[in-house]
């Protein structure tokens, strides 16, 4: 049992122990000068879909359930936190204080929208759960793309017909303006902050994995009956763990809202699309394995980056690529000759040792 | 052990990849501080005016659902660099465009951005959609670097003083439009079908809507769809026909009116149709009757058709080199490049000034130039970045676009 725990430690302490080295490396390059503007522009977004593969495998690895609209939570946190500091610039003035209540803000609005969904949605299964949490994540999209939002001496306006319906005054200055998002959100996020994120993100998860609740968590993945019959109660474990994963997207909604001037809920970054490319950084790093999730979103976001010399086969590449991986990663042959190098390895170096 | 030696793998080939794209900026630099050096050493010698070359980015979807109007852009502005090339250049100095792909996403644009920054950019032509551009004017305001966007249609786009477009904006369309409806008395009551979802399409509504009302226009039936549903019309159609519209304005682009103008058809519902620049290429939508378009009207700056000279020279020449009818946004981004070269020419830009530099004589010589372009003649920049010039109104008539 004791061994046990230790490996675990020793297994987490890896995970903070690689995210710290490439803050710091990444850190010392910067003040050198020696990092491309490429580089330092992909920063933040590294750190934002780091944290959403990372809380996306709460639901997938931890609780067992495939979750298709994860996009769509991170839509509700950016959206929120970006109206949150929108309204606030003139009031709180220090960026440091306001970003932190930004992130308050889209964490708890994103957490309250996965208890929303999840009562309904957790009580179905497998393929069911999967294809209706899409269709919230659509949901949420398609409705913020009808929102108009507007703010004059009067109070706040609203309107789900088109910006001259919200009947303004004249000093009245429209924050949320339909499908054309929200403007001039202040560029509050940076790197140290996204990697403090990041931090907390793995600090909650595998705190949570390794605690009475993530047991129980487990308990409900690996069988249901079992667990009932226990006495755990597993529509609230369910609901626990599938809240906090929407939060934690919620926050690299936070991220990702405050790093770029324009915020619109396009097909491209709040759709299905994004929900099943976070789906594949934790397919490929591993269901429930939270360094691998790591790995695979950084890889995953720099690959196209990195592949702009390639011009218009870019993509193509990038897709090949992705299935090569995907092969040398899970396919079972390749997981079998894997092994047998490893283990060639091994006894080489047992063989080496007792020489 | 597996796992271990998996991810030590993985993280070296990350670190590994850090380093390489360190490595290539640094030789890059040094390239240019070479490049830059040899330029410093011509000009001692001889003394000779600017030579060398000055580095154009372009940014814009090639790829994803706009590629169509990116990969126009591209090929324009290649088109373009080509041909001044050719001609000798600008002062003697050569252009050179780097065109990186932004899939119409804010995100990926800023990356491009940063891409072309590495590459030591001098002058940004771009970007090609509106959300993206807004994006991108920000990081350019903030390093300082000159900015002109081929389409960028939103207000916001070109907010700093940076940056300049050469299409007109979104509330420009629609006040142009209700003005032409309304000085020509073309109708009283007017039907609209737009795109809520389109940045391009609720600006030029809003704007028409309020300029409608003091034209004495009444717009009887506002209808919208979505790019989710842009299959289907006949409800927002027949909405349109039951309230008696004399006109359907249509302030989106062609493929969803060349199914709108088939649907209305099949109601027998026959207003006049106008519509904005967006329309521009319905004539070429494929298995498309084009006698279905007959007395459609719109409002572009730019038609392929059109018989004066540099139009045709445009069309043949891209025709031959990329195949396909240009449409405006490559007459946009065609224009843009000369515009760059006027602007260059006028401030005497030379290929060694830093980005920065470049930006602050560039600014002030695009409110001093006079342009004569595809996309319109004499056209003239104020210091907020709006172009000066008269949209055309052309008629499809006899299967061609008809200058009113």
């Given at each position: 049992?004791?061994?046990?725990?230790?490996?675990?430690?020793?297994?987490?302490?890896?995970?903070?122990?690689?995210?710290?080295?490439?803050?710091?490396?990444?850190?010392?390059?910067?003040?050198?000068?020696?990092?491309?503007?490429?580089?330092?522009?992909?920063?933040?977004?590294?750190?934002?879909?780091?944290i959403l593969a990372v809380s996306l495998n709460l639901t997938v690895g931890i609780l067992g359930e495939l979750s298709l609209g994860h996009a769509g939570f991170m839509c509700v946190g950016a959206f929120s936190?970006?109206?949150?500091?929108?309204?606030?610039?003139?009031?709180?003035?220090?960026?440091?204080?306001?970003?932190?209540?930004?992130?308050?803000?889209g964490a708890a609005v994103a957490a309250v929208f996965g208890i929303l969904i999840g009562i309904p949605v957790l009580r179905l299964k497998g393929d069911y759960l999967a294809i209706v949490t899409l269709a919230f994540g659509e949901i949420i999209k398609n409705f913020i793309n009808?929102?108009?939002?507007?703010?004059?001496?009067?109070?706040?306006?609203?309107?789900?017909?088109?910006?001259?319906?919200?009947?303004?005054?004249?000093?009245?200055?429209?924050?949320?303006?339909?499908?054309?998002?929200?403007?001039?959100?202040?560029?509050?996020?940076?790197?140290?902050?996204?990697?403090?994120?990041?931090?907390?993100t793995?600090?909650i998860i595998?705190?949570l994995v390794?605690s009475r609740t993530g047991r129980a968590v487990m308990a409900i993945r690996d069988n249901r009956i079992a667990a009932e019959s226990l006495g755990i109660n597993i529509t609230k474990y369910k609901l626990l763990a599938f809240s906090i994963s929407a939060s934690l997207a919620g926050v690299a909604g936070?991220?990702?809202?405050?790093?770029?001037?324009?915020?619109?809920a396009?097909p491209?970054n709040f759709g299905y699309n994004m929900s099943i490319m976070i789906l594949v950084f934790v397919v490929l790093g591993g269901i429930g394995n939270i360094?691998?999730s790591?790995?695979?979103?950084?890889?995953?976001?720099?690959?196209?980056?990195?592949?702009?010399?390639?011009?218009?086969?870019?993509?193509?590449?990038?897709?090949?690529?992705?299935?090569?991986?995907?092969?040398?990663?899970w396919?079972?042959?390749?997981?079998?000759?894997?092994?047998?190098?490893?283990?060639?390895?091994?006894?080489?170096?047992?063989?080496?040792?007792?020489? | 052990?597996?796992?271990?030696?998996?991810?030590?793998?993985?993280?070296?080939?990350?670190?590994?990849?850090?380093?390489?794209?360190?490595?290539?900026?640094?030789?890059?630099?040094?390239?240019?501080?070479?490049?830059?050096?040899?330029?410093?050493?011509?000009?001692?010698?001889?003394?000779?005016?600017?030579?060398?070359?000055?580095?154009?980015?372009?940014?814009?979807?090639?790829?994803?659902?706009?590629?169509?109007?990116?990969?126009?852009?591209?090929?324009?502005?290649?088109?373009?660099?080509?041909?001044?090339?050719?001609?000798?250049?600008?002062?003697?100095?050569?252009?050179?465009?780097?065109?990186?792909?932004?899939?119409?996403?804010?995100?990926?644009?800023?990356?491009?951005?940063?891409?072309?920054?590495?590459?030591?950019?001098?002058?940004?032509?771009?970007?090609?959609?509106?959300?993206?551009?807004?994006?991108?004017?920000?990081?350019?305001?903030?390093?300082?670097?000159?900015?002109?966007?081929?389409?960028?249609?939103?207000?916001?786009?070109?907010?700093?003083?940076?940056?300049?477009?050469?299409?007109?904006?979104?509330?420009?369309?629609?006040?142009?439009?209700?003005?032409?409806?309304?000085?020509?008395?073309?109708?009283?009551?007017?039907?609209?079908?737009?795109?809520?979802?389109?940045?391009?399409?609720?600006?030029?509504?809003?704007?028409?809507?309020?300029?409608?009302?003091?034209?004495?226009?009444?717009?009887?039936?506002?209808?919208?769809?979505?790019?989710d549903s842009?299959?289907?019309?006949?409800?927002?159609?027949?909405?349109?026909?039951?309230?008696?519209?004399?006109?359907?304005?249509?302030?989106?682009?062609?493929?969803?009116?060349?199914?709108?103008?088939?649907?209305?058809?099949?109601?027998?519902?026959?207003?006049?149709?106008?519509?904005?620049?967006?329309?521009?290429?319905?004539?070429?939508?494929?298995?498309?009757?084009?006698?279905?378009?007959?007395?459609?009207?719109?409002?572009?700056?730019?038609?392929?058709?059109?018989?004066?000279?540099?139009?045709?020279?445009?069309?043949?020449?891209?025709?031959?080199?990329?195949?396909?009818?240009?449409?405006?946004?490559?007459?946009?981004?065609?224009?843009?490049?000369?515009?760059?070269?006027?602007?260059?020419?006028?401030?005497?830009?030379?290929?060694?000034?830093?980005?920065?530099?470049?930006?602050?004589?560039?600014?002030?010589?695009?409110?001093?130039?006079?342009?004569?372009?595809?996309?319109?003649?004499?056209?003239?920049?104020?210091?907020?970045?709006?172009?000066?010039?008269?949209?055309?109104?052309?008629?499809?008539?006899?299967?061609?676009?008809?200058?009113?």
């Open positions: 049992m004791k061994n046990k725990f230790n490996k675990q430690t020793k297994d987490n302490l890896i995970t903070y122990g690689m995210v710290i080295a490439a803050f710091i490396i990444m850190q010392i390059l910067l003040s050198m000068g020696k990092v491309s503007s490429l580089m330092e522009g992909l920063l933040v977004p590294l750190c934002t879909y780091v936190s970006a109206l949150f500091s929108k309204c606030t610039e003139a009031t709180i003035t220090n960026s440091g204080i306001r970003f932190f209540f930004a992130i308050l803000v009808v929102v108009y939002l507007g703010r004059d001496s009067k109070g706040f306006h609203f309107s789900m017909k088109d910006t001259m319906s919200l009947n303004m005054e004249a000093d009245g200055e429209v924050l949320i303006k339909g499908a054309q998002g929200i403007t001039g959100t202040p560029n509050d996020s940076n790197f140290i902050v996204g990697i403090v994120l990041v931090l907390v793995i600090f595998t705190n390794n936070v991220l990702y809202a405050h790093n770029l001037s324009t915020l619109t396009l491209k360094r691998g790591i790995i695979a979103a950084v890889i995953l976001t720099l690959l196209p980056e990195l592949l702009r010399g390639l011009n218009d086969y870019r993509m193509l590449i990038y897709a090949i690529v992705l299935i090569a991986m995907m092969l040398f990663n396919s079972p042959k390749a997981i079998e000759v894997k092994e047998k190098i490893s283990t060639k390895f091994r006894t080489s170096c047992k063989g080496k040792k007792e020489v | 052990m597996k796992k271990k030696l998996l991810s030590a793998v993985l993280v070296l080939t990350m670190s590994a990849t850090l380093f390489a794209g360190c490595g290539s900026t640094d030789t890059e630099t040094t390239e240019t501080t070479d490049a830059t050096e040899t330029t410093d050493a011509t000009e001692s010698t001889d003394g000779a005016s600017a030579e060398g070359t000055l580095k154009i980015g372009g940014i814009g979807p090639t790829t994803g659902d706009a590629a169509v109007y990116g990969q126009a852009v591209e090929n324009a502005a290649q088109l373009a660099v080509d041909e001044i090339n050719a001609a000798g250049g600008v002062n003697g100095m050569m252009l050179e465009l780097n065109f990186q792909d932004d899939e119409a996403d804010a995100e990926k644009a800023v990356n491009a951005y940063n891409t072309l920054k590495d590459w030591d950019m001098q002058v940004l032509m771009g970007t090609v959609t509106s959300t993206a551009c807004i994006a991108v004017a920000e990081k350019t305001a903030e390093d300082n670097v000159f900015q002109l966007t081929p389409s960028g249609s939103a207000i916001e786009c070109i907010t700093h003083d940076n940056a300049f477009r050469v299409c007109f904006s979104d509330p420009n369309q629609g006040k142009a439009s209700a003005q032409y409806i309304g000085e020509n008395s073309l109708a009283t009551k007017v039907a609209v079908i737009y795109d809520s979802s389109s940045v391009y399409s609720t600006g030029i509504y809003e704007t028409f809507v309020a300029e409608a009302a003091n034209q004495g226009i009444e717009v009887v039936a506002a209808e919208a769809f979505t790019a842009n299959k289907d019309f006949t409800v927002q159609l027949q909405k349109a026909k039951d309230s008696g519209a004399e006109l359907l304005f249509l302030p989106i682009y062609y493929n969803e009116a060349a199914l709108i103008l088939a649907q209305a058809k099949t109601i027998s519902f026959a207003p006049t149709f106008f519509g904005c620049d967006g329309l521009d290429g319905i004539l070429a939508v494929e298995n498309f009757d084009t006698s279905l378009a007959e007395g459609v009207m719109l409002l572009t700056p730019f038609a392929a058709d059109a018989q004066d000279e540099a139009t045709q020279n445009f069309v043949t020449a891209y025709n031959e080199k990329f195949g396909g009818t240009p449409n405006q946004f490559a007459a946009d981004a065609y224009d843009a490049i000369y515009i760059i070269k006027a602007a260059a020419e006028k401030a005497g830009i030379t290929a060694d000034m830093s980005a920065s530099d470049i930006c602050d004589a560039l600014k002030t010589a695009m409110t001093e130039i006079t342009v004569d372009g595809l996309t319109g003649s004499g056209m003239t920049w104020t210091a907020d970045g709006e172009p000066n010039k008269a949209p055309k109104a052309v008629k499809i008539v006899n299967g061609v676009y008809t200058a009113m």
